[in-house]
């Protein structure tokens, strides 16, 4: 219905701008949260790196105090000996980031720790700490918590564990040990990262600032050349329209006129050629006058297909019987009525109007008949189009086959009343004449 109803292509859907900002805001939102996430995590280990790096100075200076307060009473238990290195831990080394210290015995043996419970207990040491032992350095890793030897150690939560190496008077290498919660760690990665986060934050935004109106630009220029191309699109249509209906003008005003004109200042010839008993002129004649009016027919129908809006400009009535005309002109009665055609939107007029123009083809081009009528009528909220003729008719099978030979008019015209809710129905018998009747509900 509306592919005959505007001559106008379809418009393209213009690229809505609401769709395509959610489309870029979403876009760019995604990428800002990868970006953030992953620059969080990169930060953050980074940040821990740095913490470590901190703790492993923090054993090293520490080592040094209780370096100092050792003697060589530690390696054999002595109370007093423990009571130095005690005051030392306690009064400078243990604070919030440091839970606890132990000195080891290269023998695995717990020598000292702020925990009374853990001394003398005697654990395995690993690889890496008789390496350093040997060496010297420091070394921070996180604490096995599942290790026996940190079994007082648990309540403290994930724990960072960093050692060293120290020597007793006598020489002999201790390992010095310090405990920090975890949290702490990440507080210190926390800290790093906060100087960080408004300027990270400010280039974020300012990137979103600086190209908010540069994509705005973009949709307007989008938007505007859309618009300048549907614009110039449909300037082609109507001035096609418009040439359409020139020529079609001008081919009515004359040679049409003419022609028929022509025509019918010839008959008068004819006749005296024949009164006088020059057959063979009056032939000639009457044969010129039936080529002429031939023409003048197939200018109209012309005329009809190269502007059919007279529906538009003269309204249904006149339309329809410029559609007829060419049955008119070849000696079929034509009969015509149009009811209501007021109460017909141009959209159902329109559908009545290709529907007819179908029905009138197909009876000048294949019925042979005598009489036409097409009538429009409007009754009960439904417009009705009937097209009678008292022709030839055709059986079912003529039709099939003539569509499997790509000939769709009919059924073209069938789906276009279909889509505008209506039925066409086409009745018909070899020798008995076809019915055309369009049905189609009000708008
Ligand atoms: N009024 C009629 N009188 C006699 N035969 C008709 C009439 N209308 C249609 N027919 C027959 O029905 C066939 C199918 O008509 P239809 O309009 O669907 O296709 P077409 O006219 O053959 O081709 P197209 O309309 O595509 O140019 C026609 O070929 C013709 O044989
Ligand atoms: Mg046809």
Redesign the pocket.
């Known amino acids: 219905m509306r592919r005959m109803a505007s001559i106008a292509p379809d418009p393209v859907a213009a690229p809505t701008s609401r769709s395509a900002i959610v489309r870029f805001a979403t876009g760019t939102l995604l990428a800002l949260a990868v970006a953030v996430v992953g620059g969080y995590f990169a930060l953050r280990s980074v940040a821990i790196d740095e913490a470590k790096r901190q703790t492993r100075t923090r054993v090293k200076e520490d080592a040094k105090l209780v370096e100092a307060a050792v003697t060589n009473g530690l390696l054999k238990g002595h109370a007093h000996a423990m009571r130095a290195v005690d005051d030392v831990v306690v009064g400078r080394v243990l604070d919030k980031t440091i839970v606890r210290v132990k000195i080891w015995s290269p023998a695995g043996r717990v020598l000292y720790s702020d925990e009374q419970a853990e001394i003398g207990g005697h654990y395995a040491l690993d690889a890496g700490q008789h390496r350093l032992l040997r060496h010297g350095g420091a070394e921070v890793e996180v604490t096995d918590l599942n290790r026996p030897e940190n079994a007082l150690d648990r309540q403290n939560g994930k724990l960072l564990e960093a050692y060293t190496r120290i020597r007793a008077p006598s020489g002999t290498p201790l390992l010095f040990e310090i405990y920090q919660p975890f949290t702490s760690v990440t507080a210190d990665a926390r800290g790093l990262l906060r100087p960080l986060a408004p300027p990270i934050l400010g280039a974020i935004g300012l990137i979103l600032l600086v190209q908010a109106p540069l994509f705005w630009s973009l949709m307007r220029r989008l938007q505007l050349s859309h618009e300048q191309r549907e614009g110039l699109l449909a300037n082609a249509v109507s001035s096609s329209r418009r040439e359409r209906r020139r020529v079609a003008s001008y081919l009515h005003d004359g040679p049409v006129q003419d022609l028929a004109g022509l025509a019918f200042s010839l008959a008068p010839v004819a006749d005296g050629a024949e009164t006088r008993g020059a057959d063979r002129e009056a032939a000639v004649v009457r044969n010129a006058i039936d080529r002429l009016r031939g023409t003048v027919r197939d200018l109209r129908a012309l005329l009809v297909d190269l502007h059919p809006p007279t529906l538009a400009a003269a309204g249904l009535d006149a339309a329809l019987r410029d559609l007829a005309s060419p049955l008119a002109a070849r000696g079929t009665k034509v009969e015509l009525r149009v009811d209501g055609e007021d109460r017909l939107d141009a959209d159902t007029q329109a559908l009545v109007y290709r529907v007819a123009q179908?029905?009138v083809?197909?009876?000048i081009?294949?019925?042979d008949?005598s009489a036409v009528s097409v009538e429009v009528d409007v009754a009960d909220s439904t417009a009705r189009l009937l097209v009678v003729?008292d022709?030839?008719?055709?059986g079912p099978e003529?039709?099939d086959q003539?569509?499997a030979e790509?000939?769709?008019?009919?059924?073209?015209v069938e789906e276009l009343a279909e889509q505008a809710g209506g039925s066409l129905a086409?009745d018909?018998r070899e020798g008995g004449?076809?019915r055309?009747r369009l049905v189609v509900p009000l708008r």
């Open positions: 179908e029905a083809r197909n009876v081009a294949y019925a008949a003729d022709g030839r008719g055709f003529t039709r003539r569509r790509g000939h769709l008019g009919l059924s073209l086409v018909s004449g076809t055309v």
